[in-house]
């Protein structure tokens, strides 16, 4: 119950854009709010990105506001997370992660079920 698979990562110059792609398995993705987060080697996994059940509220991180835009197709059961102008402090393991509300939160707390994570690395 609650798999996510998370997919479209890869290596990429500074400047260049990336979509990452989370399906998830089950019956109620409607329920739930869904988030990206990352973790740099050596760092703390931060959140990234969210968005609440119904797809219209979004929050995040100050470090990406402007350039990269969270979104979800509940039809799909997918959500995504598309990147611009990236930056070499972008690179890290993605993972995507579901919460436990339906509204949108950037506690860490909230999510209880994570995906295996896919590899972004941006170069200068």
């Known amino acids: 119950q609650g798999q996510l698979v998370e997919s479209g990562g890869g290596l990429v110059q500074a400047g260049d854009s990336l979509r990452l792609s989370c399906v998830a398995s089950?019956?109620?993705?409607?329920?739930?709010?869904m988030g990206w987060f990352r973790q740099a080697p050596g760092l703390e996994r931060e959140c990234v990105a969210t968005i609440n059940n119904g797809g219209r509220t979004t929050d995040y991180a100050d470090s990406v506001k402007g350039r990269f835009t969270i979104s979800r197709d509940n039809a799909k059961s997918t959500v995504y997370l598309q990147m611009n102008s990236l930056k070499p402090a972008d690179t890290g393991v993605y993972y995507c992660?579901?919460?436990?509300?339906?509204?949108?939160?950037?506690?860490?707390?909230?999510?209880?079920?994570w995906g295996q994570g896919t590899q972004v690395t941006v170069s200068s």
């Open positions: 992660a579901r919460s436990r509300r339906p509204y949108s939160t950037l506690r860490t707390a909230d999510f209880d079920s």
């Open positions: 089950g019956r109620t993705f409607n329920w739930y709010a």
